[in-house]
């Protein structure tokens, strides 16, 4: 088969090497401005959604005060405001600590669930986000720089920084602009060391501290402990790109010369989807553990908690409390602190996931005219209805690559 083109049949070698990225056709290029005008107009829906209105309903007044607190908001035990012995970073983690202090400890149970259901989905969109990093078409980019967004967002949030990254990487990403399976077939690959390692560098950056930062206190963490891992967390984009880096670049050097080697370049096209594939089932899994358990929770009717002691701590929430923010237009209702996180987090997933998607719609459009369609739209909603939006720009990501492969074989039969 043509897939394994043996680099001693010149013909077939030669028919590998043709396969450039062609210009982007007029439909491609008029679907790029579109998503482009999308992703500003997200954009700035952000920055209004997270500036103006958290300005203007208590929030950033209510955390001022609480940072300028004597005590620590959440347990009023001792305020630990030393973390490094760097002032100016000390100084700028204690900014944090309480927000999260009071999300992962003294929220009420609506804005509680919301952020174990965000903890599977932030965690799978970020992935996802370090993944598209780590292909050979993004090398040199912005999109390879994904440590520096990361923590960008960390600081300003997701509703205005992801759209803006998409953005930038949708005008400017050798990816955004390809047209076809052949142009892509190059650009989309991913190392399969850095497939094999992205699992851990999760764990250990993301997963292991939010974990550690939602342990109870006092039973388990101690009152310097908690603050420790809440401020630990804020840096899991730095952790995540260091880990990477450091464990692919030792296992590629002692991989280095061994192993097979693919000489085609439609057999390492289908190698990578095999080295993938694994990745994106454990991202959707997470999806739907995380959602499918807090929707549950929401929608449970009164009857099983009566009957099951647990369900029944959650008996006051409901779909509309943990997931619906209140109409974001002036007046402005001046919120409690808790309310005032939860309103504002729930519009960082709920922008950053449709930026997310809309940017997914590209790359899908790209591979071929007939990947994108109503029914691709749909099936993304019900993916979003069972797995949330993460799992759904999973589902998309997969079913790009996915596209990709089964044109590259479908052409090859053609040629054989």
């Not at 927000?99 to 965690?123: A, E, N, P, R, V």
């Not at 550690?212 to 984009?237: E, V």
């Not at 029914?375 to 209805?385: D, S």
């Amino acid at each position: 088969m043509s897939i394994m083109t043996d680099a001693v049949t010149p013909r077939k070698r030669a028919k590998s090497v043709t396969f450039a990225t062609p210009p982007p056709s007029r439909e491609n290029t008029a679907f790029r401005s579109r998503t482009a005008l999308v992703l500003g107009a997200l954009t700035l829906s952000g920055a209004y959604l997270h500036f103006y209105q958290s300005a203007n309903n208590g929030l950033f007044e209510s955390l001022g005060e609480l940072v300028q607190a004597e005590t620590f908001p959440v347990s009023n035990g001792e305020f630990k405001r030393v973390f490094t012995g760097i002032k100016p970073l000390d100084t700028y983690l204690a900014n944090f600590t309480p927000f999260f202090g009071i999300l992962t400890h003294k929220g009420d149970d609506s804005s509680y669930l919301f952020w174990l259901w965000m903890i599977g989905q932030l965690g799978v969109q970020w992935i996802m986000f370090v993944m598209e990093s780590l292909r050979e078409g993004n090398k040199g980019s912005l999109a390879s720089y994904i440590g520096l967004v990361g923590f960008i967002f960390q600081n300003f949030g997701l509703a205005t920084v992801i759209p803006a990254f998409l953005l930038i990487t949708t005008l400017t990403s050798t990816i955004s602009r390809a047209s076809s399976p052949t142009g892509l077939m190059n650009l989309i690959k991913v190392h399969g060391i850095d497939l094999n390692i992205l699992p851990f560098s999760f764990f250990l950056a993301y997963f292991l501290p939010t974990v550690c930062m939602m342990l109870p206190y006092p039973a388990i963490n101690s009152h310097s402990s908690w603050q420790g891992w809440i401020a630990t967390w804020q840096f899991f984009p730095l952790y995540t790109v260091a880990f990477q880096w450091l464990l692919a670049s030792f296992f590629k050097a002692v991989d280095q010369g061994k192993g097979l080697k693919l000489k085609s370049d439609e057999g390492k096209m289908i190698a990578y989807f095999w080295h993938a594939r694994p990745l994106y089932i454990g991202a959707l899994f997470i999806c739907a553990v995380f959602h499918v358990n807090v929707l549950v929770v929401c929608l449970l009717p009164e009857w099983p908690m009566e009957i099951f002691p647990i369900a029944g701590t959650y008996r006051s929430v409901s779909f509309a409390s943990v997931f619906l923010p209140p109409v974001p237009l002036p007046p402005f209702e001046t919120v409690s602190v808790v309310r005032g996180i939860h309103i504002f987090l729930i519009w960082d997933m709920l922008v950053s996931s449709v930026a997310a998607l809309v940017w997914a719609a590209l790359q899908t459009r790209n591979v071929s005219s007939r990947t994108f369609s109503a029914k691709w739209v749909l099936k993304m909603i019900g993916f979003t209805i069972i797995t949330g939006p993460s799992g759904a720009f999973v589902m998309a990501m997969w079913e790009r690559d996915s596209a990709v492969a089964e044109l590259l074989i479908e052409q090859a039969m053609k040629d054989k």
